[in-house]
């Protein structure tokens, strides 16, 4: 949908008062989200590589040009500005699958005025979702543990298709396995996987006809066995499981979606592994998230792989994040929101990382130590990074997050976390010259 | 989007099993959302107009089946099945903005197996994400009131640019009055609405020049006061007021985003008042939802209007809507998953409405009493209806909406609520056969 016309209206208004009054040097605009986010104790940074290919094909068509026109809002010479234009600013942004944190900046966009403010909306709807999902998949990954295979099951909940597409990328790069969503699966590259419905068994004259026949019809099946009654289905499976073995074949695994999944998984392991099938593997969905995941092993359930779907796709314990994305600094110098609660970063920034993620946020002309985390990634509206190599990304995100300090991979739902993230004494300064703390 | 690809990889591997076994008779499913709702005492039935468009354009393309054929999953001869797939079914559902209830079928879907078994991930996506938000809508306005302007602010948080656009939609179906959204104005025909940004305010060297600035630009200025301290800015709005005034032109409203919004309308009313200008509306925004606008109200707060975003589009209170599609007859008759907790219909329903909505579920070849809610809307899957009208389908659903009984209209939150329907004599034989309760 590579159309400037997504857009909040006010965009439109405010770049036509800066278009009559020639308000159109370059601005920088900082990507952030504000402290604290219920319940997360770290963000993964994502949406950078959709973003940056939406900022490309920022354009109006025609046919927008026309419905402005239709508002009797703009002029006809406005209109013809917005007709040629092109994002031709310069981005500096955070690797995608970063960890970091509320409070720093994630990406900065300086551009002419007009083209920086017009790609606000977009700028966040995009960065918004996929990184609040990668973050909600770190921490339901972090409770699976780095053994576990784990996949994205979302698109049927997911507010969209288009938002399963990010969910699925947005997983995948945290480090999810695979996802459902097979439009995904062609267009990133992902591994798919998927198992059989209730509705499949249901079409057959019984359980044990319905497993023969899809155990028959597909390579690696994974039989699904609570449509009536899951130890009936686990016995079904088991029988399946010897006739295809007299083959030579093979089932791959079974699949548990509802009851109590801990004591019925133990249920069916013993089930599996006293019938001599110890390698079928077992599979857990319903409505998971982190937190059950976590109390189904603490309760000891037994599972090779989590289907998770509607509590990663929507995000569920924090549906949305507050990103935003406000001016910092134009052809003035620094500019700084004041209003309780909202205050902005004084000017350009670079964000420090230091050993054990202990965040320094200082401003451009300040010295910093560790590892600088912004990155320019466009430059004169054109990309300076080959698209991401999203399968090796992941592997590294992985690394990362199974490594995580204890402080940050702590999963108990908190209200109100705090951040290792400092600012500079430039920004300090800047801060107390006004009375007001970020 | 027109892909058959947006699907759970699942319904494909299923749909192969049953393309090799010749189970392909007409099978019907019923999407249906199963009670408890959370904090929902009626939904808003949304999204058919763009599910028949998606069923009317299902279809592989030549890529999605060379993408398919790479995973070594299917024969090639389903694949060229694949390829001339179209969706040839019947579609019977409820009228979009209808008020309706978790445990009743909301639409049924009947098709040759696979096509009815493909299409389920489209259905399910759409249908839950804009019942969503319709039924979040319904309460925001509930909470407003009908006099209130309330405006939908949401593309910023929604989940990607689509969802944007179904959260524009289905708001207004329910009865908003625009959207910032400015690409859905264009496609929807939606009003669309907005002020300015804060970054406007910060673009000149004071907030007075701002707001001078943007009332000579703009023929309808509403003037967004709290960039800095919102009673000074209420008196820079006087002032620009006056000075308008002096050249036969006026400002519309102020908008208020931030601090104890209450509290502040009261003040800035008084002070807009004092000054000679009562016409003069506020606005208020931030977070807003039915619960922050309750006790905005009941706290004396005066608004012409609300702008409502995040907690709108992401329906914050309940970020996904549990709608199942399932499988409830096929040529040998009807068919029940039986899992506890997890029960579905016995057969092919109709909805018949009742005085105060008291709704009864009764099979297809029973009596009912009362209105049928399901109607026939495509056969042979060709549409049987127009394109829905939204703005006179919006006007519709707001009396109704405003003339809800109070049990209905009730917004206290209620983790369990009940829902006035019952089930026919027929559905209850069938369920007691089975001993197991719906």
């Known amino acids: 949908m590579p159309s400037g016309l997504f857009t909040d209206l006010y965009e439109l208004t405010m770049a036509h008062s800066y278009f009559r009054r020639g308000l159109n040097q370059p601005a920088t605009f900082a990507y952030f989200v504000r402290a604290p986010v219920p319940h997360r104790r770290f963000l993964l940074f994502a949406g950078l590589d959709p973003l940056l290919s939406a900022l490309q094909n920022f354009r109006f068509a025609e046919e927008d040009l026309a419905y402005l026109d239709s508002l009797d809002l703009f002029s006809q010479d406005f209109l013809d500005f917005l007709g ?14 970063e960890v970091c944190f509320p409070g720093e900046p994630l990406l900065l966009v300086t551009a002419p005025r007009i083209e920086a403010q017009l790609v606000e909306t977009l700028v966040l709807n995009i960065l ?4 609040l999902v990668a973050s909600k998949a770190a921490r339901i990954l972090l409770a699976a543990g780095p053994e576990a295979m784990v996949v994205d099951f979302s698109p049927r909940r997911d507010h969209s298709p288009e938002a399963a597409l990010h969910a699925a990328r947005a997983s995948f790069l945290a480090g999810f396995h695979a996802t459902s969503n097979t439009l995904a699966g062609k267009l ?40 009536y009654d899951p130890l009936e289905g686990a016995r079904n499976a088991v029988r399946v499981a010897q006739e295809l073995q007299a083959k030579g074949k093979r089932i791959v695994g079974v699949r548990l979606d509802s009851g109590d999944l801990a004591a ?60 935003v994305y406000k001016l910092v600094e134009d052809e003035k110098g620094p500019r700084m929101k004041t209003s309780p609660g909202k205050i902005t970063l004084p000017g350009r920034c670079q964000v420090w990382r230091r050993e054990g993620f202990r965040d320094l946020v200082a401003l451009d002309e300040e010295a910093g130590e560790g590892q600088p985390l ?30 995580l300090p204890p402080e940050l991979a702590d999963l108990r739902p908190h209200a109100n976390p705090s951040y290792p993230v400092q600012i500079s004494p430039g920004i300090a300064a800047q801060l107390a010259s006004t009375g007001l703390k970020l």
């Open 188 to 227: 990133y590259g992902i591994p798919v996987a998927g198992t059989m419905a209730h509705s499949y068994v249901l079409s057959f004259p019984d359980e044990l006809s319905a497993f023969r026949a899809f155990a028959e019809d597909h390579p690696q099946p994974v039989l699904l066995i609570d449509t």
């Open 374 to 403: 912004l990155r320019r990634v466009m430059a004169g509206g054109e990309r300076l990074l080959p698209p991401l190599n999203l399968p090796q990304r992941r592997e590294e995100v992985r690394q990362t997050l199974f490594s």
């Open 264 to 323: 019925l998984s133990r249920e069916v392991r013993r089930i599996l592994d006293e019938a001599g099938f110890p390698e079928i593997r077992i599979f857990v969905s319903g409505d998971l998230d982190e937190y059950r995941i976590l109390e189904f092993r603490e309760r000891g359930g037994v599972a090779w792989g989590y289907g998770v779907g509607t509590r990663l796709g929507v995000s569920w314990d924090l549906p949305a994040l507050g990103g």
């Open 128 to 131: 918004n979702y996929e990184t």
């Open 84 to 97: 040629r234009l092109r994002f031709t600013g310069e981005v500096w942004a955070m690797a995608e699958g």
